[in-house]
Nanobody, 121 residues
Framework: QVQLVESGGGLVQPGGSLRLSCTAS????????MGWSIQAPGKERELFAV????????RYADSVKGRFTISRDNAKNTVYLQMNSLKPEDTALYYC??????????????WGQGTQVTVSS
């Protein structure tokens, strides 16, 4: 059974940083691309950061490019999201995502429960 458990969310001031973690189980983690998805209030869920199974390639939405960094540790079955220069509009539920294959373009098939990130002064 696929399980994705996020942690690291919370309240942060504008301009601050947070690091999210997602620990995965129930599948061969190192064989699948992983990602992070966001759902802001009143908006649809959007996949904004993905990383290949080996960690050798990443892709970001324009809204987070240069501020967020996705990485993974296959030995720990964990994917990370380092978020810097946070803005109030980054406030949302952040979901860890498992992709359908090792490739960035394969699309998601499982989501975690989400962790709340709130950016406010």
């Amino acid at each position: 059974q696929v399980q994705l458990v996020e942690s690291g969310g919370g309240l942060v001031q504008p301009g601050g940083s947070l690091r999210l973690s997602c620990t995965a189980s129930g599948f061969p983690f190192s064989s699948y691309a992983m990602g992070w998805s966001i759902q802001a209030p009143g908006k649809e869920r959007e996949l904004f950061a993905v990383i290949t199974s080996t960690g050798g390639s990443t892709r970001y939405a324009d809204s987070v490019k240069g501020r967020f960094t996705i990485s993974r540790d296959n030995a720990k079955n964990t994917v990370y999201l380092q978020m810097n220069s946070l803005k109030p509009e980054d406030t949302a539920l952040y979901y860890c995502v498992k992709s359908r294959s090792s490739k960035i373009t394969s699309g998601p098939d499982y989501w975690g429960q989400g962790t709340q990130v709130t950016v406010s002064s």
